[in-house]
């Protein structure tokens, strides 16, 4: 004998009806079968909103709308894919119920009070619908069956009408008075029973799993199987963590925790009558019945050789904590403590003492507060008017994190990993508890930081990998160099475990995001065929929304208006990673909040492509300084595009060839008029100044133009169109300029330097003993004289422009981000 369960999900249409008869059908052949079914999907969920509306004087008619929809509809679909089902006389049997159902509706409305009797013979109705459904079915094929009637036949003891407990041995007693023979399938309603007065109860929200288990225990069958929508059980929800594992087996105890902390495939009271008659009980897939499931078992067989077996959370808890002196060596206030809780029928999910016993706290379902709360306050009046405890605190708005395993206790270091995940992800652990057993470990956590924080704590325990999700903010020559090299270095750095996945690329009119990684073969169609506007505002509610671990902003624009967001990126959980220099030359005041920003939120700002791109710049000053380092005095040409223009000027080119030639190779920023007019290297030169220390403004650096006001006066270069025949008429004066140095063996250079916290870039004529003589085609040379590299400067010199090594030096931060 075997007992089979189908959930909601399985139920959910009239096809799902049919597929459930045949996999019942297939199964008959082998034993003999017992089959509990639940509530087609949604129906419950109505049953519990009608009773709501009713109660609240609101027209529940939509919502028994929605139920007479998805039962006629099932009724309807079935008769045309089931040869000789009795449509007609279901019909009735449903539209008999249907009366009973608003007349019951109705009761409750003008009394505004709806009796725990009444409420769970409602709820329960789903339940015996889908078993007049699946009757109909199996006697249109002619199959044997009976079925047994829950509410004379499982007899509960207690938990009155809407949570009840079974007693197992007056259930089976009865049972097998009912007259059963070999050849019949038995069907029976999931979620209901009878109390001894002969009422209908329920046995609590997702309760079929646990008639289920009770009618295997009645029926001493070989195995219990629960059929659902996924594939077994999982290290954690697979609908919400998409690397969840499969696990081929639990023992009893582990599934007992799981469910008990949260794991909704499985009612916490399922475990108790197949543990205690030693009944496995296999999990599996309704949609697909070759896989074979999860086991679980008196043991835990190994086969998945994991230390912990699974993540779960609860939602909507409070916890509530007494203390006081009087808590202090007073023998009994634990146990007067509890017993209320008792009297008031709270199910206390944790607890946790201080060690210097002042108090205790413990978590309930928020629901259970009110009931809590005044049960304790008349326990103890007199110890809180004398003071001897203090007002009861209450914390709202809880979860409680589980990880749970029965090889757990003989590992080291697991709370640990567990506390580590939490921290990575600025989640704060309001109280902690571990099970006797060493089985679970229990965290209290805010509500909005619950499905995150199971998040992290899967990818700590579960993957060796270690994932960044990046968006990429603007993909033109940087960025598209940079999602290059990412798809490129894709299986490197699996191999290294980091598990790099780039889930948004965007452009300035649309973008592309998708949680589980983009497929950077064809991104640029992907990014080409989407409609979805870009909008960064969507971008930062998504990541909130989709609980990223470890998400990354990389703003791969020019754009001053993507700085605005930084801080709120930053605020809300996201690394920041940028070449744009806007962020970092705006006012100091929005500097230092970007810092502090980056402090309050322990995540990241790196922007080591600020200055000489992909050289290491940024970082090792930062280095120095951080190791007590100062700077004396910095003098560098500081602007790839400037040294390849100046370079070229050496060879007899003009200004505007030069540029032209700078642009097309990609050395210039988006708009070459920026480098020219000396303001790029202004920029970068306040960005190290303010590295080093000194507060300044952009205003603050003197600037020596390339181009010579008077003459931008004169011809107006604020249109970019014509910008190069423009240019030509610096032509002459450059050339001047490059011909008088040259004649006095001397090249001209444009030089950024610091001194003395005074900045200033300039064209400087340079002889061949300056070490920047020999610096052009387009490389940055920084020369750093400082307290420890003196009076030889330390020397960084190298390409300093260019998309792919601008993009390497984005990815060096990238990875930086892991450290
Ligand atoms: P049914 O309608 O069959 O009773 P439920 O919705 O009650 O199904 O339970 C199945 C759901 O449980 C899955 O769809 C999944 O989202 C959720 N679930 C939560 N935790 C786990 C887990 N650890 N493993 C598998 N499923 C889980
Ligand atoms: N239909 C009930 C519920 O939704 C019982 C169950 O499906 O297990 O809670
Ligand atoms: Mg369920």
């Known amino acids: 004998m075997r007992v089979l369960k189908f959930g909601g999900t399985s139920l959910a249409n009239a096809k799902q009806f049919i597929h459930v008869a045949n996999i019942l059908e297939e199964n008959m052949q082998k034993e003999q079968i017992a089959a509990v079914l639940s509530a087609p999907a949604m129906i419950t969920n109505h049953l519990v909103s009608v009773i709501d509306c009713a109660l609240n004087n609101n027209i529940a008619s939509e919502h028994i709308k929605n139920i007479e929809i998805i039962f006629n509809s099932l009724l309807l679909d079935i008769s045309k894919i089931q040869p000789k089902f009795d449509f007609v006389t279901l019909r009735v049997l449903l539209e008999k119920e249907f009366i009973q159902l608003k007349k019951l509706l109705h009761g409750i409305s003008l009394l505004k009070f709806c009796p725990d009797n009444i409420n769970a013979s409602i709820i329960c109705l789903g339940e015996k619908l889908s078993v007049f459904l699946m009757k109909g079915i199996l006697v249109a094929r002619n199959i044997q069956l009976v079925v047994i009637d829950p509410v004379n036949n499982l007899i509960t003891y207690g938990g009155g009408y809407l949570a009840a407990t079974v007693n197992i041995e007056e259930s089976a007693k009865r049972i097998k008075k009912i007259s059963i023979s070999q050849a019949d399938i038995i069907l029976m309603a999931g979620f209901t029973a009878g109390n001894k007065q002969g009422e209908l109860v329920a046995l609590g929200r997702n309760g ?18 629960i059929w659902t929508d996924v594939d077994g059980i999982y290290t954690c929800d697979p609908n919400q963590v998409s690397n969840a594992k499969l696990l081929h087996s639990l023992s009893y105890q582990e599934a007992m925790e799981l469910s008990y902390f949260g794991a909704k495939i499985l009612h916490p009271r399922t475990i108790v009558p197949i543990a205690q008659f030693h009944i496995p009980c296999l999990i599996k897939n309704v949609f697909k019945p070759n896989v074979f499931g999860t086991l679980i078992g008196p043991t835990n067989n190994n086969v998945d050789n994991n230390i912990v077996k699974g993540i779960t959370y609860l939602k909507n808890m409070v916890m509530l904590n007494v203390s006081g002196p009087g808590m202090k060596g007073m023998i009994g206030m634990a146990a007067r403590i509890f017993s209320a809780m008792s009297k008031a029928i709270c199910s206390v999910v944790l607890i946790t003492q201080s060690s210097s016993e002042y108090s205790i706290s413990f978590c309930i379902p928020y629901t259970e507060l009110s009931r809590a709360c005044a049960t304790l306050y008349e326990e103890f009046t007199l110890e809180l008017k004398n003071g001897l405890l203090e007002p009861i605190d209450i914390i709202e708005d809880l979860a409680i994190i589980s990880v749970i395993g029965d090889k757990m206790r003989t590992k080291l270091g697991l709370s640990g990993k567990l506390f580590q995940a939490l921290a990575h992800a600025n989640i704060n652990i309001i109280a902690t508890a571990q099970g006797s057993s060493e089985r679970s470990i229990s965290v209290v956590v805010n509500n909005n930081v619950a499905n995150i924080g199971m998040k992290v704590a899967h990818q700590m325990l579960f993957s060796p990998d270690q994932l960044i999700e990046v968006f990429i903010i603007g993909s033109g020559g940087v960025g598209s160099a940079l999602i290059e090299q990412i798809r490129r270095q894709h299986y490197w750095l699996k191999n290294k475990h980091i598990d790099l996945r780039v889930c948004g690329i965007t452009n300035s009119r649309v973008m592309y995001i998708k949680t589980c990684g983009i497929n950077l073969n064809n991104w640029k169609l992907l990014l080409h065929n989407t409609q979805e506007p870009f909008n960064i505002k969507k971008i930062m509610n998504y990541i909130k929304e989709n609980h990223l671990i470890n998400p990354v902003i990389i703003d791969c624009t020019g754009s001053i208006e993507i700085t605005n967001y930084y801080l709120g990126f930053l605020l809300n959980g996201c690394h920041v990673i940028t070449p744009n220099k806007k962020a970092n030359t705006r006012s100091m005041q929005y500097y230092k909040k970007l810092r502090e920003a980056v402090l309050q939120s322990k995540k990241k700002f790196l922007y080591d492509t600020n200055v000489g791109a992909g050289l290491p710049v940024i970082d090792n000053l930062q280095k120095l300084l951080n190791a007590g380092d100062e700077l004396i005095n910095f003098s560098g040409i500081l602007s790839g595009s400037l040294s390849f223009i100046f370079g070229k000027l050496d060879e007899g080119l003009s200004l505007s060839e030069a540029t032209f030639l700078a642009q097309k190779q990609g050395y210039t920023e988006p ?63 450059i050339f001047d300029k490059s011909q008088k140095s040259h004649k006095t063996g001397c090249v001209l250079r444009y030089i950024g330097s610091i001194q003395k916290g005074k900045c200033r870039v300039k064209i400087e004529s340079v002889d061949n003993t300056h070490p920047l003589f020999k610096v052009k085609n387009g490389e940055n040379a920084l020369a750093f004289l400082t307290k420890y590299y003196q009076p030889i400067p330390l020397v960084l010199r190298g390409y300093g422009a260019g998309n792919n090594v601008t993009a390497a030096g984005v990815f060096a931060d990238l990875l930086r981000i892991l450290s």
Do not use: Q, T, W
Request: proline letters at 4%.
């Open 208 to 225: 079929s799993d646990y008639s289920a288990a009770i009618l295997a225990a009645c029926l001493n069958a070989r195995r219990c199987e």
């Open 671 to 733: 708009d070459p008029r920026d480098d020219l007019s000396g303001i790029d290297v202004a920029r970068k030169l306040l960005i190290l100044a303010r590295e080093a220390g000194y507060e300044l403004e952009l205003k603050d650096i003197e600037i020596d133009p390339i181009m010579p006001s008077d003459l931008i006066k004169k011809y107006d270069f604020s249109d970019k169109r014509d910008f190069f025949k423009k240019l030509s008429v610096l032509d002459d004066y």
